[in-house]
Nanobody
Framework: QVQLVESGGGLVQAGGSLRLSCVAS????????IGWFRQAPGREREFVAA????????DYADSVKGRFTISRDNARNTVYLQMNSLKPDDTAVYSC??????????????????WGQGTQVTVSS
C-alpha cells in the first residue's frame, strides 16, 4: 500500500504561482512514477505531468508545458508541481497518483495504482 497526501492548493489571481506537494508513505520503494492529474467540474480527469522515480523521464501535457514544473525529492518522498503563469482554465482539483505495476510514466489515469485525496486550485481572472 502507498498513501499519498497533497497540499498547497488555494486561490490565486491569473498570472500568479502555486506549488503543490505530494507526500508518499508506506511502500514507497515500489513506486515507479508519480503523476499529477486535474479535474474541473463537469470535465474528465486529465493528465498534467509525470516523473519517473529515477527522474530520467518527465512528461507534461501541452497545456501546461513551459508553465508547470514537476520535481521530486526522493529523500523526503515528495513530488512537487510548481505552477507559474496560472490561468483561469487551470482551475481544478489536482491529485497526485503513484504507479507501482511497471516502469513507465503514462498519461492515462487508469495506469496508476494509488491516488491522493486532491487539493483545490482556483485561479481568478
Amino acid at each position: 500500500q502507498v498513501q499519498l497526501v497533497e497540499s498547497g492548493g488555494g486561490l490565486v489571481q491569473a498570472g500568479g504561482s502555486l506549488r503543490l506537494s505530494c507526500v508518499a508513505s508506506g511502500r514507497t520503494f515500489s513506486v515507479y512514477a508519480i503523476g499529477w492529474f486535474r479535474q474541473a467540474p463537469g470535465r474528465e480527469r486529465e493528465f498534467v505531468a509525470a516523473k519517473s522515480r529515477s527522474s530520467l523521464t518527465t512528461d507534461y501535457a501541452d497545456s501546461v508545458k513551459g508553465r508547470f514544473t514537476i520535481s521530486r525529492d526522493n529523500a523526503r518522498n515528495t513530488v512537487y508541481l510548481q505552477m507559474n503563469s496560472l490561468k483561469p482554465d487551470d482551475t481544478a482539483v489536482y491529485s497526485c497518483a503513484a504507479r507501482t505495476r511497471t516502469i513507465a510514466t503514462p498519461r492515462s489515469p487508469r495506469e496508476y495504482d494509488y491516488w491522493g485525496q486532491g487539493t483545490q486550485v482556483t485561479v481568478s481572472s
